[in-house]
């Protein structure tokens, strides 16, 4: 830096120079014009680095904001995708078509019934009485004629008796026969009616697995979209 002798020299005490003694130091002063040079040059190096500071702030905040508003609109437009998505959705649920992939179709006809009618149980009865009866008749007059034969009577009391025993006997049969036939109709009628019910049962029971499969796709969707609308809102 330039500088200026003063002629008028200071001295150092007693004259002296303090580190040479009896030697004469000479003190130099800076100008004031000088002074305010080096102090302008210090304020505009302080003023280009405050500078330089600011705008450095300035730009990471204007990337930080910038980064934001793009974070912000693509959240934004993610959420306006999966609400418009979660709309139609809910149009197909308001419409009834909550499945996929068709529907089961109308299974096969299960009828729920007895083995045997009153009718065929009746028939069955009759058809029993007849073969005890004729099967007594038959008996009867083989006995009569073997009696006859013996030389007894066609009316004789001891012939009616027979007659008449032959006769309960097929009745007894008769209506033992029936019972047990009854019995046995009234069993497998049962059986019959509650394997059907049964049937029809695992029937509706195997249309409804189908449809809850066949609506898991769309729930487990929907599920995910209201997931990720939380996750977005």
Do not use: C
Not at 38 to 58: F, I, M, P, Q, Y
Not at 156 to 175: F, K, T, V
């Amino acid at each position: 830096m330039p500088f200026n002798v003063n002629p008028f020299p200071s001295y150092g005490p007693g004259g002296n120079n303090p580190e040479s003694p009896g030697q004469r130091t000479v003190m130099y002063n800076t100008s004031p014009w000088e002074t305010d040079l080096a102090t302008r040059r210090k304020l505009e190096g302080d003023l280009a680095t405050t500078k330089l500071s600011v705008n450095a702030k300035k730009y990471g905040d204007d990337l930080a904001f910038k980064q934001a508003e793009n974070q912000r609109i693509d959240k934004n437009n993610r959420f306006t995708s999966v609400m418009q998505s979660l709309q139609g959705l809910l149009g197909n649920f308001n419409a009834g078509s909550t499945s996929v992939g068709g529907s089961s179709g109308t299974g096969p006809e299960i009828t729920v019934g007895p083995v045997y009618s009153e009718q065929d149980i009746q028939r069955q009865i009759n058809q029993s009485r007849a073969f005890n009866d004729a099967k007594a008749q038959t008996g009867f007059r083989t006995a009569q004629s073997q009696a006859t034969g013996r030389g007894f009577s066609s009316r004789s009391p001891m012939l009616a008796a027979l007659e008449g025993q032959y006769r309960n006997q097929a009745l007894a049969s008769s209506a033992e026969q029936e019972t047990a036939f009854r019995t046995q109709a009234a069993s497998e009628n049962a059986g019959q009616i509650l394997k059907g019910q049964q049937l029809r049962e695992n029937q509706y029971a195997s249309r409804m697995n189908e449809d809850i499969e066949r609506r898991k796709p769309i729930f487990n969707t929907y599920n995910a979209m209201l997931s990720a609308l939380a996750g977005l809102a």
